[in-house]
């Protein structure tokens, strides 16, 4: 309560004795805001205006104060620095005002843990460096000079890119010498995968092999559809023939004629040899329909045995090694072209 009542005569005092103050400048009229503010304890404010009348004309009675509020809002390294500011001020002056601010610093330094961090230069020669006192980063602004914690044992800890983190313990309200940790070693770069291990005998076939036999199964699939249909035309083919003829031979007996059975068509003989002869004449034409599907079928399957068996035969042998192909080299593949109205083989590649 003392300290507080010290404080507001002190301000007083400075608003009745500092010229700056008495006029109506905009630092006189910042401070008497700010005083009136500070005794109506809203210190936000008060800090505020207290900020803009030493930023117009800094002097003893408006630094001190604002110190006096940035210290009641718990803002304490900015409030020693505005101490020291009156009391600097007041020592370069003359003015018997330095002892009342000299004895605010030593008592905020003495009711406060803290510890003092003085800066090696090569912090300010490296560029990123973090410091962090008991876990929490210090201001860059504030690094040189006192950083107020709780604790009375206090960690430091510096890092920057590059470099190794260093740690440094410091005692209560003791100096401790800040600086960048060794570089960090740099890495060897990683060695280049090494090649998959090349194909042998116990190996497996390459994709090449595979294509040329699907292309052979594809293709003898093929031929082996066209073999079964022309298979069933010639069975049925001889057995109905062989009906027609015996058909043939009834109805000429009959006096019938050799394309068509004449007679009475309910008779047995007659209907019997009319259907004969209309049942192999309906697998001819059937035959006939069916001709350039199954020829189709059958050269396509055949070509396709002929390709896969080129493109099997000429893959690269899985027990030897596989390497890359130099740049310039031949490289050729053969395709099947099967189409609506062509077919064939394609040879494609880089000649």
């Known amino acids: 309560m003392r300290r507080r009542l010290a404080v507001l005569v002190l301000g007083a005092a400075l608003a009745s004795s500092s010229p700056a103050l008495a006029d109506s400048t905009e630092a006189g009229r910042a401070f008497d805001e700010g005083r009136k503010l500070r005794d109506q304890r809203d210190f936000e404010k008060a800090a505020a205006a207290f900020e803009r009348s030493v930023a117009a004309e800094p002097s003893i009675g408006a630094y001190y104060n604002l110190a006096f509020s940035y210290e009641q809002l718990g803002r304490t390294r900015d409030a020693l620095d505005a101490y020291r500011k009156s009391q600097k001020l007041a020592k370069d002056k003359g003015d018997p005002r330095e002892k009342e601010a000299s004895e605010a610093v030593s008592k905020l330094l003495d009711t406060h843990n803290y510890v003092t961090l003085v800066i090696s230069d090569d912090v300010d020669r490296t560029a990123g460096v973090r410091v962090a006192v008991d876990g929490e980063a210090v201001p860059p602004k504030q690094l040189k000079g006192e950083v107020f914690r709780s604790g009375t044992q206090h960690q430091v800890v510096v890092t920057a890119p ?19 940790g060794e570089v960090e070693p740099i890495s060897p770069p990683s060695p280049p995968p090494s090649p998959p291990p090349a194909e042998t005998s116990s190996g497996g ?14 293709g003898a699939g093929g031929v082996a559809f066209s073999l079964i249909r022309i298979f069933s035309y010639l069975s049925d083919e001889s057995s109905l023939d062989s009906a027609r003829r015996e058909a043939i031979k ?8 050799i394309s068509k059975c004449d007679g009475d068509a309910n ?17 001819e034409q059937s035959a006939k329909d069916g001709a350039p599907l199954t020829i189709g079928v059958g050269v396509v399957g055949v070509l396709l045995i002929g390709g896969g068996i080129y493109v099997f035969a000429s893959a690269p042998s899985a027990s030897t090694e596989q390497g890359p192909p130099p740049p310039n080299a031949l490289r050729m593949h053969v395709v099947p072209q099967v189409g609506a109205r062509d077919t064939g083989l394609s040879v494609v590649g880089t000649f």
């Open 205 to 218: 076939w390459g994709w090449q092999k595979w294509t040329g036999a699907g292309m052979i199964g594809a």
């Open 250 to 257: 009834n109805c000429v007996e009959g006096g019938g004629r």
């Open 267 to 283: 008779s047995p003989r007659v209907r019997t040899a009319n259907e004969a002869i209309n049942a192999w004449n309906a697998n």
């Open 162 to 180: 590059g470099r190794k983190e260093r740690r440094i313990a410091g005692a209560n309200k003791q100096p401790v010498t800040v600086s960048v």
